[in-house]
């Protein structure tokens, strides 16, 4: 059974109903932060920009589904460049300057 409020899969049970309010916004917001995460730690940033990416397919498609797995994996992968890029530079400073 999905999240409240989005109604039960159509005839044939592929996955796709309805839209979930604001997920193409919430795609395109993170598209654009993944493209700013390239910047913090570059595998991070484009592991983000591919998984946003198949989340606009899929939801281009109408695989409203896969489009929020895709947006969810993009999301972890953009945190974690926003969070580990800079510590990583930072510590790279810090051994340089050792």
Known sequence: ?????YGPPPMGGMGMGPPPPELQSQIN????LSIVSIFCCLIGGIVG????SAAKNAMAAGDYMTAQSK??????WIILSFVLGPIVGIANVALRMH
Do not use: C, Q, R, Y
């Not at 947006?71 to 972890?76: C, F, I, M």
């Open 71 to 76: 947006l969810s994996a993009a999301k972890t």
């Open 1 to 5: 059974m999905g999240p409240p409020g």
């Open 29 to 32: 917001t993170w598209f654009i």
């Open 49 to 52: 920009i591919i998984n946003t």
